[in-house]
């Protein structure tokens, strides 16, 4: 039996861009939980012009860096939520 394999290379683009539009929704979702108005739209503003600024990256090592560098920044909004609610 002969099994086609493709290059994990081929789906590389197809993988990232699915984990970058996750994050993506994971920020969003997170920052409607923000309770005060104008600092709920500032942070949607700042997300919305980091990911259209970044929208041209094509070096995949970079891309993995702010994929990166996003979720941590999301697990730091996420815990920012959690104490303010406590």
Avoid: C, H
Wanted: hydrophobic share 35%.
């Amino acid at each position: 039996i002969t099994t086609s394999r493709r290059p994990a290379a081929l789906f590389s683009p197809f993988v990232r861009r699915q984990q970058v539009l996750l994050l993506y929704r994971r920020i969003l979702q997170t920052i409607r939980q923000v309770p005060n108005d104008s600092d709920r739209k500032y942070l949607k503003d700042w997300a919305r012009e980091e990911f259209k600024r970044n929208k041209s990256a094509t070096e995949e090592d970079t891309i993995r860096m702010m994929i990166t560098q996003g979720n941590m920044q999301l697990k730091e909004l996420e815990k920012t939520l959690a104490l303010a609610k406590s």
